[in-house]
């Protein structure tokens, strides 16, 4: 059964690298399992863990998002530093406009 899921309270104390590398080795392990029954034709077998490698899977992937989401948000926006450099160039540009009025 998968670290994860077996309800132990220990799970939570584990740093997440650690975690995730615990799951990496761990779906290693059952990659080699899982070609190791198909190879005896134990489908029963071969189904039962590649649910708990599709578990796994998922699991890692949304620590992937989550972790790709906070680093997101650390990071200034591009967007709004283009968007804020363009409503000073416009600013700029109506000034311009305005002395140009001004002069004539």
């Known amino acids: 059964m998968s670290l994860l899921f077996t309800g132990s309270p220990k799970v939570h104390s584990i740093p997440r690298h650690v975690l995730v590398q615990k799951m990496l080795e761990e779906n ?9 029954y198909q190879n005896r034709g ?10 708990v490698l599709h578990r ?3 699991l890692l992937g949304s620590i992937a998002d989550e972790i790709y ?4 948000n650390d990071a200034p926006n591009s967007t709004t530093s283009s968007d804020e ?7 700029t540009g ?8 001004s002069n004539t």
């Open 28 to 36: 290693n392990f059952l990659i080699k399992i899982i070609k190791y």
């Open 42 to 51: 134990r489908a029963i077998e071969v189904h039962q863990l590649l649910q």
């Open 56 to 58: 796994n899977m998922i």
């Open 69 to 72: 989401n906070i680093s997101s």
């Open 85 to 91: 450099q363009t409503s000073g160039t416009q600013d």
């Open 94 to 101: 109506s000034s311009d406009d305005q002395q140009v009025q």
